[in-house]
């Protein structure tokens, strides 16, 4: 090792001094030793002379560890440790970390850092996505980064999140070029497009080492370049945009395979093979890689036609079902008080809730994850499957609707805007009415085959217990379906939480109907924080006036659910909510809060 080099000539004789005990060894690109046996020799080697020596390498090492495990070779005295992804709370406390740093770290938290956190967290879990992303600290400073530049208005395009993906592309890209002398950037950009676009037209997620340098080939053709295959790999594995084992290879995170495929479709746009594509896919929401591909696509790209694609298929989703109406189903019950026991100060332990509910989200992940494992989709019945693909669809339709307003809320024009809102509104009411039937349906269906068996002569006590099961059930399915509710009516302002969009929200042809006005009600309260009181108060007690009970109980806890979150400083106007709600000791909090 040239300590000369590293240090300078005059630290030569201290480090010479230095007990092993004081002198650590760093191993970067451990991974690039293909052999495991050359390894072992390598940390045998420099045991000698370190008594701490750490390795850094990719994922592929960790996989060539528990292989010798199992097959009961030799062990060594190393710990092995991985860098995990952060949780919820982690996340908000590296972010919060960040612009306490920012603004001086000593500094009294004011709505305006809590705004900048809250719009960092939320693209975080945007570029997170289904897994796109791994949420390790390196990556989320670097968006971090891109964000404080955003905050220039010279940069504005910094913050959408196809321009976010594509700067940790390009400035892998970048270590690549600095790495080798033999790699430049736009070739390798173009080999990752090329083989993104053989896995899109042969249906595959891996590919063999021949067909990657066949690929590679095919493009030097194409492009008269000559860039050696196994060198662009090799980088391309030392910066994880490829992954290699064995003779496999593959995108190192979904986020890296999602984005050169819609790349190669939006470059491509106008060729009949990629238009083909785009309406299959847009078809298709309810499958994982299509509805993710579909996403990235409109991160990347505002064309008429992916527009067009995505509202023609929103129009088709369960287009037999009605737009639900609240003013139809004005008694549904939904009591939530025999659950939880809620007594809290809006005004007081704001964080520590905040961090409650933080804690729960990852826990709601950890077992959603772990149900993920075990789900068999086998195990399901036609029309189970039938009804998961519908709703998977109808949701996945809604969020591609969503990411197009939410992206470009300046650049697509107000006739266009609306109809994208309306349809995502109406897709939403209609898988309403869709979960209606479902659930109610299913209970009118048993007790009919039940009847059915008990005539012609049943007894008045069987009838009796008949009718008393029925309540009890149809008190059961009154709170699953308001529970239903709530979330589809969070999952709608989710999709359409942009500032920019205010003003086609605010001016909705939509506004007056119930579901819309609790929409836009919940982007405020629980998505950008804000209530208006007298506003709310109003529309509480139109609802009341107009005995729409469930509407005014959904608000009731869209309210309870802002000031669980965001607390209160204005104690005189929150009494009013107090009062005219009557919040008391048992209100059942609901941790849907989506930007957590």
Not at 430 to 445: D, K, M, P, S, V
Not at 515 to 530: C, K, M, P, T
């Amino acid at each position: 090792i040239n300590i000369s080099r590293i240090f300078g000539k005059e630290y030569i004789g201290t480090f010479k001094q230095l007990d092993i005990s004081n002198k650590v060894l760093i191993l970067d690109n451990f991974e690039k030793i293909r052999d495991i046996n050359a390894k072992n020799e390598i940390l045998k080697f420099f045991d000698n002379f370190y008594d701490y020596i750490l390795t850094f390498s990719n994922t592929f090492y960790e996989l060539e560890l528990l292989e010798q495990s199992l097959q009961g070779k030799e062990k060594n005295d190393y710990v092995h440790c991985s860098i995990n992804e952060l949780g919820n709370r982690k996340r908000n406390q590296l972010i919060s970390k960040w612009y306490y740093l920012n603004e001086g770290d000593d500094i009294i938290v004011d709505d305006e850092v809590k705004k900048k956190i809250d719009e960092a967290t939320r693209t975080i879990n945007v570029l997170k996505g289904n897994g796109y992303m791994p949420c390790i600290p390196s990556y989320i400073l670097i968006i971090l980064q891109q964000l404080e530049y955003s905050m220039d208005s010279s940069n504005q395009e910094r913050s959408n999140y196809g321009y976010l993906y594509e700067f940790l592309v390009n400035k892998s890209i970048l270590d690549m070029e600095h790495n080798s002398k033999y790699v430049y950037k736009d070739i390798a950009f173009g080999i990752l497009t090329n083989i993104a676009e053989y896995m899109l037209e042969n249906n595959k997620k891996i590919i063999s080492t021949d067909v990657y340098n066949d690929i590679v080939d095919k493009y030097n053709t194409d492009y008269q370049t000559e860039a050696h295959a196994e060198i662009y790999k090799d980088e391309y594995v030392k910066v994880e945009l490829l992954n290699q084992k064995d003779e496999q290879i593959m995108f190192g995170y979904s986020y890296i395979h999602y984005y050169f495929t819609a790349k190669y479709l939006a470059n491509n746009i106008n060729k009949e093979w990629s238009r083909n594509k785009i309406v299959e896919m847009s078809k298709q929401l309810y499958d994982e890689e299509c509805g993710d591909i579909m996403i990235f696509l409109c991160h990347l790209s505002k064309d008429d036609f992916i527009i067009s694609a995505v509202l023609k298929n929103a129009k088709n989703v369960l287009p037999d079902k009605d737009i639900f109406d609240f003013s139809q189903h004005k008694s549904i019950n939904l009591s939530f008080d025999d659950y939880l026991e809620m007594d809290f100060e809006p005004e007081k332990n704001e964080e520590e809730r905040h961090n409650d509910l933080l804690e729960m989200q990852d826990e709601i992940e950890r077992k959603d994850k772990k149900k993920e494992k075990m789900k068999v989709d086998e195990e399901l019945d036609p029309q189970e499957r039938e009804n998961i693909y519908n709703l998977d669809n109808a949701y996945r339709t809604i969020e591609v609707m969503g990411q197009i307003l939410k992206n470009y809320p300046g650049t697509i024009v107000a006739s266009t805007k609306n109809e994208l809102l309306e349809a995502a509104y109406g897709l939403g009411m209609r898988t309403l009415t869709y979960t209606n039937e479902i659930l109610y349906g299913g209970i009118e269906n048993v007790f009919e085959e039940i009847r059915k068996q008990l005539q012609p002569n049943p007894t008045p006590i069987e009838l009796g217990k008949m009718a008393e099961v029925s309540r009890n059930l149809n008190g059961v399915m009154d709170n699953i379906f308001a529970l239903l509710s709530y979330a589809t009516i969070r999952k709608l302002a989710e999709s359409l939480a942009n500032r920019a969009l205010s003003p086609v929200i605010m001016h909705s042809p939509l506004n007056g109907k119930v579901a819309y006005d609790l929409i836009r009600s919940s982007i405020q309260l629980n998505e950008f924080g804000v209530i208006s009181v007298d506003t709310i108060i109003n529309e509480y007690d139109d609802y009341m006036e107009n005995d729409n009970i469930f509407a005014a109980k959904l608000l009731r806890l869209l309210v309870f659910d802002h000031y669980y979150v965001y607390g209160s400083k204005d104690h005189r106007n929150r009494q009013k909510i107090w009062e005219k709600m009557k919040f008391g000791k048992k209100e059942q909090i609901l941790a849907l809060q989506s930007n957590s």
